[in-house]
């Protein structure tokens, strides 16, 4: 079975400064990994995905992640925060040979301060 | 393409009672998954549909059902309510592709009083 851990459930940030939300997961067998994004009173949007081949992964609204295989990480980075990009944010895995559902992990409020 | 559609959004019941949620998924998308989604709790996976058939299952007791029609389009139901069942109920829907992203609908948001 997989799992997944993000280890800060809150992250306030100053307009402007960089951030990284952490995501560690835990498998038994190779996954694919997902960041969602979720804005009040919406569903969630996927930002990036890592399937395959190279490890730093390019998404939405300039946010990029690096997948870290020998310490099961998939943190999520971004240079320079706007007030847009408060919301919350989902780490997900799914495994790569079958169709097992998709397993969340318990999301990090991002907040950002003007 | 239209996003994945849910209907109601809002829906308020009494213990004891029954609610059917809706779900449009974007067309040409065969897999429609259910999740609650609570402050407790998190995102838990209800259940998966494929082509009318479910193909996965989550740890929800019996009173949660879902099923898939022939156009994919999904429904859940929720018998004997319970006060925490009262969450948001999302929707997503996937192409049958390995490693395909979930699409999610906005949810309906049940409140159980």
């Known amino acids: 079975a997989q799992s997944v851990t993000q280890l800060d459930s809150q992250v306030p940030v100053f307009e402007e400064a960089p951030v990284e939300l952490r995501c560690n997961y835990s498998?038994?067998?190779?996954?694919?990994l997902f960041w969602y994004v979720q804005y009040p009173n919406q569903g969630l949007q996927l930002l990036l995905k890592y399937l395959s081949g190279s490890t730093l992964v390019k998404g939405i609204n300039g946010f990029e992640a690096e997948f870290n295989k020998s310490q099961t990480s998939f943190h999520l980075r971004k240079p320079s925060v706007h007030i847009s990009d408060t919301a919350e944010y989902f780490c997900a895995v799914t495994m790569k040979t079958s169709y097992d559902k998709v397993i969340f992990g318990p999301g990090t409020s991002l907040s950002v301060i003007p | 393409k239209a996003g994945v559609t849910q209907t109601p959004r809002y829906l308020i019941k009494t213990r004891g009672q029954q609610v059917t949620l809706s779900c449009s998924p974007i067309?040409?998308?065969?897999?429609v998954s259910w999740y609650q989604q609570t402050p407790g709790q998190g995102l838990q996976f209800l259940f998966e549909y494929f082509s009318e058939t479910q193909r996965n299952k989550g740890n929800f007791p019996g009173r949660f059902s879902g099923r898939q029609f022939s156009n994919s389009r999904s429904e859940m139901n929720v018998s004997t309510l319970e006060l925490g069942d009262s969450a948001l109920y999302l929707c997503?829907?996937?192409?049958?592709?390995?490693?395909?992203?979930?699409?999610f609908g906005n949810g309906t948001r049940l409140t159980v009083t």
């Open positions: 067309s040409g998308h065969r897999s």
């Open positions: 997503a829907s996937s192409d049958d592709r390995l490693g395909s992203p979930l699409h």
């Open positions: 498998s038994s067998v190779s996954v694919y």
